[in-house]
C-alpha cells in the first residue's frame, strides 16, 4: 500500500513531530510504501527515510536510493517562510505564528504547499493519504487530491487547534472545514480534543460522526525501564557524547530555540541519578507549559527533599524569563518575582496577561511565617534545577529511565500526554495537571497503578496548584520502596500494553479507508 502523509514541520522535537515520524516509521515496518511530505533537511539521518525530495533547483528533485525506496520525505520550497502555531526556530527558514500572518501570505503558503503535493501525487499515485494538524496541512491535502479519488483522514493535534484555530475562527474555521471536509475519519487523542474541535468547528453533527479516537504511540523498545546502575551510566555517556566533559566554562545558548549539544552535555554532567532524587520536565520552554509554576514549587520539594533535583528538557520563548524568575526566587527577591509574574506572557511575546496562579502563591508567600525557610531552600535553586535545553526524542529516550517521576503542569488544554506515556513506559511516574488529554492519559494509567500510588498522579489546576505539585512530588518519593517498585513496574506494563507505533499505524490505516466502525468512538473510555 502506498501512503501519503502531509505533515509541513519537521520530524525531531515536540510532539507532532515525533507522531509523524514514528508514524511514517511504523508505517514502514507494516510493509507500507511511504510518501511524507515535511520540512526536514536532514530526512535522511533519520533512519527509516531512504530518499529525499526538493524542489530547491526549481524542480523537484530526489536524492538517496533509486530503488526499492520504503519512504522518500518531500521538502516543497515555502519561499523563506513557514507558518507555525506557537514561535519556533526552523533551519533555513522564518518561522511565524500563523495568527501573525495576512491572508495573502497564508493563501501563498498553502498555493506553494498545495503545488508541492500535486507533483507528489502524480509521481507517488498513492492508495490512501493522511494529514496532521486542523490546518493547514488538511486543506492541502484536498485540493492536491481533488478528482483524484484519494481517500485521506486527518489527526488533529493540540496545538493548531488551540493556538491558531481557536484563537483567530473567523479567519482559520473556514480553512479548517474545508480540510476536514472530505476526509474519511478525523483523529483526536483524547475525548476532551474531540468536544474542542465540535465547539470550536460549530460543529452540527457531522464532524462528530467521524471523529474517532487515535492517540499517539510510545517506542516501548526506547522507552523502557533500566536498572538504576545502568540508567546512570547511561546518562553520564550522553553528557559525554554530546561534550559535557570539556573544560572551561560554557556559554548559554545564543538563542532560546537553539540546540546546543555542548552546553546540554554540560547539564546532564551536573546530573548524579546514583545520588539525585532526579525528577524531569519535558516540553516547551513556555508559561502554558505550567514551568513557572514548577520553578515555585521546587523550594517546597527542597525543603522536605533536599537531594531532590530537577532536570528541565526543551526549550521556547520564555527561557529567559523563567531564569529570571528562578534567579529571583533563589536571591529571596519577592518584588522581582511578582514583577515577572504580573508581566507573564509579555515575556514571551505575547500579550501582557499576569499568570496568576503563581500571582497567589507569591501573594501567599508574602505573608507566610514559613517564608524564610522557603527562601533557604530557594537559594539551592541554581544547582538543584537544571536546565538541560533541547535534546532528541532518542536522546530523552536514555534519561527518562534515571528519573523517578516527570511533572507535566501545564495550564493549558494538551490533546493528549505523550510525554507521560513515555515516562511511564520507562517506569517514572507522571504527575500530570488533571484537565484534558493529560487527565485521560493519567486516569488509564491509574487503574494499573497499586491503589497508595494512585493519588500522585494528578494536580488540579487552581490557586494552590504550586503546593499541590510539591505535594504530589515530595509524597511520591517517600513513598515506601516497596510501592515505588510495584508502581514502577506497573507503569511500564500498562504503557506497553496501551501504546504501540504498530498499533496506532493499523489504525490510521484505518482512518484513511473511513473504516469508522473499526475504530475506537470518542465515548469510549
Known sequence: MRVLIVHGYLLGGTGSNVYTAELAR??????????????????????FVEAAGDWDSGSLRVHGRVEGVRCTAYRPDLGGL???YVADRYEGVEARPFTELDDATVEDYVRRNVAAVREVVARARPDVAFAGHLVMAPAVLARALAGTGVPYAVKVHGS???YTVARQPERFVPWAREGLAGAGAVLVGSRHTATRLWTVMDDDGSLAARTRLGPPGVDI???RPREAAEAAADVRALARELGGAGEGGVDPPASSFARDDRAA????MRLD???????????KLIVSKGVDLLAAA???VLQRLPAARLALVGFGAYRKAFERLVGALAAGDLAAARALAHEGRAAEGGPRAPLRHLLAFLDALEHDPGRDGYFAAAARLPDRLVVVGRLDHAELARLLPACEAIVVPSTFPEAFGMVAAEAAACGALPVCAD???????????AQALPEEARRWLRVPVDDRVVTGLADRVVGWLQTAAPVRTRTRDALGAAARERYSWEGVARGVLRATRGDLGALPPVSSG
Do not use: I, K, T, Y
Open 435 to 445: 484537565h484534558s488529554g493529560l487527565a485521560e492519559v493519567a486516569g488509564a494509567l
Open 273 to 283: 541519578p546514583r545520588a539525585d532524587r532526579l525528577v524531569a520536565f519535558v516540553g
Open 265 to 268: 552535555g554540560a547539564a546532564l
Open 221 to 223: 523498545a526506547a522507552f
Open 82 to 84: 513557514l507558518p507555525v
Open 26 to 47: 511504523a508505517l514502514v515496518n507494516l510493509g507500507a510504501e511511504v510518501h511524507l511530505v515535511c520540512q526536514e533537511r536532514a530526512a535522511l539521518a533519520s533512519g
Open 160 to 162: 493548531a487547534l488551540e
Open 298 to 300: 521546587w523550594p517546597l
